[in-house]
């Protein structure tokens, strides 16, 4: 968000997400109707000249602060100050991600390595990655350093990606782990 002019959409992001860091918004359409929205946040029909229209002004008003009516973007701050103040909170979180490589024994390994280290809950990412990307989608800039170059992101994606069912082994194995 910090480095865009205006965000384009229909989703609660352009009246949730973007006012709180006072980036002016054009929601399209009417999925957000009748919906409260911040100063920032320009309706257009679905209609080329509606929204060139609406990004004019949003451009117009430029990024400035914005009191957003669904907070101040520092919610999460707020939260972890709350779990932070309960004295009894002991609860260990390890986000596995997609460390395991799209592999079921490291998915197992980690799961044990979590239980190892005192982890209470064991967090993956489960996605069907035909659903996140098609055949032209582009790595961000670190998959680019960090994977094959050469390989797109529905490839990487779809290496990465568990199965349904590998899943069902993961709970069993930290239910057994504790």
Same mark, same amino acid.
């Given at each position: 968000?910090?480095?865009?002019?205006?965000?384009?959409?229909?989703?609660?992001?352009?009246?949730?997400?973007?006012?709180?860091?006072?980036?002016?918004?054009?929601?399209?359409?009417?999925?957000?109707?009748?919906?409260?929205?911040?100063?920032?946040?320009? *309706? +257009?029909?679905?209609?080329? &000249?509606? /929204?060139? #229209? !609406? %990004?004019?002004?949003?451009?117009?008003?430029?990024?400035?602060?914005?009191?957003?009516?669904?907070?101040?973007? *520092? +919610?999460?701050?707020?939260? &972890?100050? /709350?779990? #932070? !103040? %309960?004295?009894?909170?002991?609860?260990?979180?390890?986000?596995?991600?997609?460390?395991?490589?799209?592999?079921?024994?490291k998915a197992v390994a980690?799961?044990?390595?979590? #239980?190892?280290?005192?982890?209470?809950?064991?967090?993956?990412?489960?996605?069907?990655?035909?659903?996140?990307?098609?055949?032209?989608?582009?790595?961000?800039?670190?998959?680019?350093?960090t994977t094959d170059a050469?390989?797109?992101?529905?490839?990487?994606?779809?290496?990465?990606?568990?199965?349904?069912?590998?899943?069902?082994?993961l709970i069993e194995r930290?239910?057994?782990?504790?």
């Amino acid at each position: 968000m910090n480095q865009v002019d205006l965000v384009i959409g229909n989703s609660s992001s352009v009246l949730l997400d973007a006012p709180s860091f006072g980036v002016p918004t054009v929601a399209i359409g009417d999925r957000q109707k009748g919906r409260e929205r911040a100063a920032s946040v320009f *309706h +257009a029909a679905p209609e080329r &000249a509606a /929204i060139a #229209a !609406a %990004i004019g002004h949003a451009l117009q008003r430029g990024r400035r602060e914005t009191i957003n009516p669904y907070g101040d973007g *520092h +919610a999460s701050r707020r939260f &972890a100050d /709350i779990i #932070a !103040a %309960i004295p009894d909170f002991k609860m260990l979180l390890k986000k596995a991600g997609v460390n395991h490589d799209g592999s079921l024994d490291k998915a197992v390994a980690l799961v044990d390595a979590a #239980a190892q280290a005192g982890a209470d809950i064991v967090k993956f990412q489960t996605f069907s990655a035909k659903a996140l990307a098609g055949l032209s989608a582009k790595k961000a800039d670190y998959q680019q350093r960090t994977t094959d170059a050469g390989e797109g992101q529905l490839a990487m994606l779809e290496r990465l990606e568990l199965p349904h069912t590998a899943h069902h082994i993961l709970i069993e194995r930290a239910r057994e782990r504790g």
